[in-house]
């Protein structure tokens, strides 16, 4: 089965930064574009970042100074580092994979980014 593993979140003060991972097992990463997705209860999962298997990279306006995206095609790895973080940064931060625009897509199980004082 497809696999993306999520690890990196956890707690951490505002103005701080946390790095997230996401490992893909069973798939041919090079061919995906991978991103991160953030969700908070009672609200639509947002995009964060996504880069292509070209390395073309979209970031939402709202954080598109504050967060890099990254991809390891070797370590079949993308990474999201986070600096300045906020509050409303607080929420579920899901790993996605898609082959192409009408290829199969996959989600992570999501890792809790929880930013507080």
């Known amino acids: 089965q497809v696999l993306l593993a999520e690890s990196g979140g956890g707690l951490v003060e505002p103005g701080g930064s946390l790095t997230l991972s996401c490992a893909a097992s069973?798939?041919?990463?090079?061919?995906?574009?991978m991103g991160w997705y953030r969700q908070v209860p009672g609200k639509q999962r947002e995009l964060v970042a996504i880069?292509?298997?070209?390395?073309?990279?979209n970031k939402a306006d709202s954080v598109k100074d504050l967060v890099t995206i990254s991809r390891n095609n070797v370590q079949n790895t993308v990474y999201l580092q986070m600096n300045s973080l906020k509050i409303e940064d607080t929420a579920v931060y899901y790993c996605y994979a898609q082959a192409g625009r009408t290829g199969p897509d996959y989600w992570g199980q999501g890792t809790q980014v929880t930013v507080v004082s």
């Open positions: 880069i292509t298997r070209d390395g073309n990279i």
């Open positions: 069973r798939i041919t990463f090079n061919l995906y574009a």
